[in-house]
């Protein structure tokens, strides 16, 4: 589970729904993601630090697939 994730949306007010709308992916996507289900690409992982105004390692871990 990515935790990290989650609480970077919590933070930030947001719900997995409402986070889908800004990067412009399914909840479903966003839910396999924070369960752990779905490894995102390196470009959604970029694109959803920006969403939440934060590094990619601090969300994901390394961006060279460290984590």
Known sequence: M????LQAMREKG??????????????SVISRIVNGVWNPSEAQKIKYARA???KVGEIFGSINGGG
């Open 2 to 5: 990515n935790f990290k994730l």
């Open 14 to 27: 947001l719900r997995q729904r409402d986070f889908a709308k800004i990067v412009g992916d399914h909840e």
């Open 52 to 54: 939440l105004k934060c």
